[in-house]
């Protein structure tokens, strides 16, 4: 069988069944924390947590959020400054009402900066200091 058919094979099946499941993990000193903010910032399901990780179930796909214990992670600085920590990687997620879901994510524990370098895009920072984007 063919990687096309092999994929094709795949989607038809339980996605709980599949084993190509992929996923983005961060690192942070506080999982529950990170896993709650994430959980309510995009309405994903804990799909499983403990004191040391965390994965959310995004609903549809193979594709998982997790969150991993680290107690010695370093905040990245946004934005970026030559020998400070820097983000190694950040989420983006499109949205309707820009401003409306800036308001809620800092309601939610999120932190919006001073620098901005969209106008149709806002940086922000969750709890633990990953940079993400909210964009239109």
Not at 34 to 52: C, H, T, V
Not at 73 to 84: D, L, N
Request: charged fraction near 30%; charge should be negative.
């Amino acid at each position: 069988m063919d990687q096309e058919s092999a994929g094709r094979a795949d989607e038809t099946r339980d996605r709980w069944q599949r084993k190509d499941w992929w996923g983005v993990v961060l690192d942070a000193p506080d999982v529950d924390e990170l896993a709650q903010f994430y959980s309510k910032l995009r309405g994903w399901p804990i799909w499983k947590q403990d004191e040391n990780d965390a994965a959310l179930d995004l609903g549809e796909g193979v594709a998982y959020l997790a969150i991993q214990r680290n107690p010695d992670y370093v905040r990245p600085v946004w934005p970026a400054q030559p020998g400070s920590q820097q983000m190694m990687l950040h989420l983006d997620f499109e949205v309707t009402d820009l401003e409306g879901e800036t308001a809620r994510a800092v309601a939610l524990g999120a932190e919006l900066p001073d620098h901005q370098p969209q106008d149709d895009v806002r940086v922000l920072l969750d709890p633990a200091g990953h940079p993400f984007c909210l964009y239109t």
